[in-house]
């Protein structure tokens, strides 16, 4: 794992936008066999997790 501060390299905002951009993009990739949709690493936890406190946690 690899950490940095992004203001040393770029403004942060810019980054944010950036980054933004740059997942819709992937957003818009036609997704592999298989899979419903193209995400970014990090995707579907994100979806599972924001899920699990809607409906809670399946047993």
Known sequence: MIAFQIGLFIEPAQFRREMDEFARR?????????????????????????RYASEGIPV
């Open 26 to 50: 992937v957003a818009t990739l036609d997704p592999l066999d298989g899979f419903e949709s193209s995400q970014l690493a990090g995707g579907p936890e994100a979806e599972r997790e924001k």
